[in-house]
């Protein structure tokens, strides 16, 4: 065997992962990271760049460091010497900076060691051998986790190949007249950027958006919410996936008023189809499924694994159960780990699949 | 944080650990039960709001919940206090209370997600840990409540009829009338941990005398026609409530009179009717509490504080008083609110400048602090007398 643990996917979910192997006890050595960019937000840092986010949806617990405590709110407090963020994060008020999160990453990435387990190559293939698991040419590994991120940026399909569209994630500027389409965090950004930058901007919606503070209601990032979907039949899960990956945005005066100024202006319309102007920015998120993802749907042709639609069976704790026991681990990570924690895109959700890893690997280190 | 019941339940119980086994140190220092009663309240009351409210009314708990929750559970323990006679000081019981809250808070925001990494996940549940925590808090919950029941002192029931006495309770216990129990001559306490409750006393030179002895508690008794004292504590503490005294016979005679005790700690007198004699209530070189008591038809002064004491005079009713109704003198610190004193009269037989129907008097040297009294019908409302000084907050 080349190694206890592996990580294949460098991006956030890999790196949370890592962090949580550390601090469960295993030294860098002891886990490989399979990645394209040693620095694990560079993915996340271009996208948030794209859509000009200054601040973070997540609040104070939205870092990749393995547990809770300190969140950013403390690290903010002691950083600034001031209460304020700790009076923030206790009415769930704080939103960390962009600046402040890529800093923590920075500071983390160096505290880990999370160079000195990165390899540089991009993992075609996962192959369960007898105890473990194969990765291409790099060797075995007893316990692996995948989180390849998302398969890529959704576009919707009347807009493919137009040569105004461009996608939210990808660099842009705004032109005079804007199109935004989409309902979300992306689009509601989007709509902001676009006014302060003086475009008109018709927002391209099919439905009213839905507001909540974080993409999930509260309870479901906790065994509370989990425990219901944990048990609930497959159809049952597929449809409160399908739910709750409906776009939405926070509420709030900031996201409001300047939408509602520009309206009074005539600056800012809803229409339900785009309607022929300069720039279509499409705030559409990223394609959803396993299938769009090589690597996934190789794992799934090639070992049958179990799945629902778009989505791979896996047991609550994150875990693939056909290719899991109790002398290796075959983890998902990130957006693809959607039926073991409905959040799995958000960075709470990158740790609960962590934890999960972290514990079967202690386990069989106890063995 | 979205707790599931189980995880309530365990966060409490490990919240509870530490203060139920400092609770347990300071009852074995103070000698006394209730920082291990209180404790007690608290768990209960904080489990049964687990399950019964915050369960399904908080589904997700946000972080500034933690105060107001707070706050309810602390009105919910110290009523349930008071009601069951639980024998904190307020002071202390706040500060007990207060710290059990914080480390509740230290334990859940940050010693219980640091210590288990998917505590936040598991809606704060300990897995196994959890259960050991849980049977933890209660083994040693168990143990100090059993422990405080088998070292009670021995309760003896003083049988309906009149007894002989005096009767000297020289040894720790509890002595509990039934109804119509009667001790003609006297009771004398001269043990700690001491408690006499629901008895009647009859004549003799002093109803009930507490003679060095501490943490005495004096509940529900009635003494009658006292020559000299109705009680009389030297040298020790009591807690005397819903008390009786009345018809004593001696011209001399004082209702209750606590002396010589300031530095053993405070004594309390609370809720009693104390009709006549010279003096009603009166202390000497003692701190004390004083609140709520009835107060009637003195011949010198009402309630007395004097002698570098230093008391907390609130609440009572003080009523055709002759002289003086409530006094504070001789270089005493007296805190003295909400009461009220009315038909207060001038003694001009005794040609006494001070005794011409003060309501409140400060005397020689003694401070007074006045605060939301209501003085009626007295010949005079206050006054201070002997660099004696009086005044409102």
Redesign the interface.
């Known amino acids: 065997m080349t190694g206890p643990c592996a990580i294949v996917g460098g991006g956030l979910a890999g790196f949370v992962a890592h962090a949580t192997l550390r601090k469960g006890g295993l030294e860098p050595a002891d886990i490989a990271v399979f990645g394209s960019d040693p620095d694990p937000a560079a993915v996340w840092r271009v996208r948030a760049a794209a859509i000009r986010q200054r601040r973070m949806r997540s609040e104070s617990d939205g870092h990749c460091a393995p547990a809770t405590f300190p969140g950013l709110a403390v690290r903010a407090a002691l950083r600034r010497r001031s209460v304020v963020p700790l009076l923030q994060t206790v009415a769930d008020r704080y939103h960390p900076t962009v600046g402040e999160f890529l800093e923590h990453v920075e500071e983390l990435r160096a505290e880990t060691g999370w160079d000195e387990s990165f390899r540089r190559a991009r993992i075609e293939q996962v192959r369960a051998v007898e105890g473990g698991f194969e990765l291409d040419d790099h060797g075995v590994f007893a316990h692996v986790l995948v989180a390849p991120g998302h398969p890529g940026l959704a576009f919707p399909e009347e807009l493919a190949g137009d040569p105004r569209a461009v996608h939210a994630y990808e660099p842009h500027d705004y032109a005079e007249e804007v199109e935004v389409v989409g309902a979300g965090m992306a689009a509601a950004t989007e709509w902001l950027n676009a006014l302060a930058a003086g475009s008109t901007v018709t927002s391209v919606r099919r439905r009213e958006p839905e507001r909540r503070p974080l993409n999930l209601p509260r309870e479901l990032f906790t065994r509370r919410g989990l425990a219901g979907f944990h048990r609930a039949p497959d159809a049952e899960r597929v449809a409160f996936l399908r739910r709750y990956g409906a776009p939405s945005y926070p509420r709030g005066p900031a996201w409001d008023e300047p939408v509602e100024r520009a309206a009074g202006e005539g600056r800012f319309r809803v229409a339900a189809e785009p309607n022929g102007a300069g720039q279509v920015i499409c705030a559409t998120g990223f394609k959803r499924g396993f299938r769009h993802d090589g690597l996934l749907a190789r794992l799934v042709a090639e070992h049958g694994l179990e799945t629902v639609e778009g989505w791979i069976v896996l047991a609550p704790d994150s875990t693939v159960p056909s290719l899991t026991d109790t002398g290796r681990t075959l983890a998902l990570g990130g957006a693809p780990a959607q039926w073991a924690f409905p959040a799995a895109d958000t960075l709470v959700g990158a740790k609960y699949s962590a934890r999960g890893l972290l514990r079967r690997v202690q386990a069989w280190r106890t063995r | 944080?979205?707790?599931?019941l189980r995880?309530r339940l365990e966060s409490r119980l490990a919240a509870t650990l530490a203060p139920l086994l400092a609770a347990c140190v300071v009852a074995l220092v103070a000698k006394a039960w209730w920082p291990v009663e209180l404790a007690a309240l608290m768990l209960a009351v904080g489990l049964a709001l687990d399950a019964a409210v915050y369960h399904r009314v908080l589904?997700?708990q946000?972080?500034?919940a933690?105060l107001p929750l707070g706050l309810l559970e602390l009105g919910a323990v110290m009523g349930l206090a008071r009601l069951l006679d639980v024998a904190a000081p307020l002071a202390a019981a706040l500060a007990f209370f207060a710290g059990a809250w914080l480390i509740a808070q230290v334990l859940a925001?940050?010693v219980l997600?640091?210590a288990r990494?998917?505590?936040?996940?598991?809606?704060?549940?300990l897995g196994r840990p959890g259960a050991a925590v849980a049977a933890l808090a209660l083994i040693v919950l168990g143990s100090a409540v059993g422990v405080a029941w088998t070292t009670q002192p021995p309760v003896v029931r003083l049988e309906a009829g009149i007894h002989q006495g005096p009767l000297v309770l020289d040894r720790s216990q509890r002595l509990v009338g039934e109804a119509g129990a009667v001790v003609r001559g006297g009771i004398v306490v001269t043990a700690d941990d001491v408690t006499v409750r629901d008895v009647t006393v009859v004549g003799g030179e002093i109803g009930i005398e507490v003679d060095g002895a501490e943490r005495v508690v004096l509940d529900g008794v009635e003494v009658l026609w006292a020559e000299l004292d109705g009680i009389n504590v030297r040298r020790g503490t009591v807690t005397v409530r819903d008390c009786v005294i009345r018809e004593p016979i001696g011209s001399h005679a004082q209702g209750i009179d606590i002396s010589f005790s300031f530095d053993l700690g405070p004594s309390v007198v609370e809720r009693c009717t104390v009709t006549g004699g010279m003096e009603g209530i009166v202390t000497h070189f003692a701190r004390a509490l004083v609140r709520d008591n009835l107060v009637s038809e003195t011949t010198l002064r009402a309630i007395t504080l004097t002698e570098m004491s230093m008391a907390d005079v609130e609440g009572n009713e003080v009523e055709d008083a002759l002289g003086v109704g409530i006094f504070c003198g001789d270089y005493s610190m007296c805190r003295i609110e909400e009461n009220s004193v009315s038909g207060t009269v001038a003694d001009v037989e005794s040609g006494d400048r001070t005794r011409m129907g003060f309501g409140i008097l400060s005397h020689y040297g003694a401070e007074a602090t006045l605060a939301d009294n209501r003085l009626r019908g007295n010949a005079r409302p206050t006054g201070s007398f002997l660099r004696a000084s009086i005044s409102s907050e």
């Open positions: 944080m979205a707790y599931t995880g589904p997700y946000p972080g500034w933690a925001h940050a997600p640091l990494l998917s505590y936040g996940d598991d809606g704060g549940e």
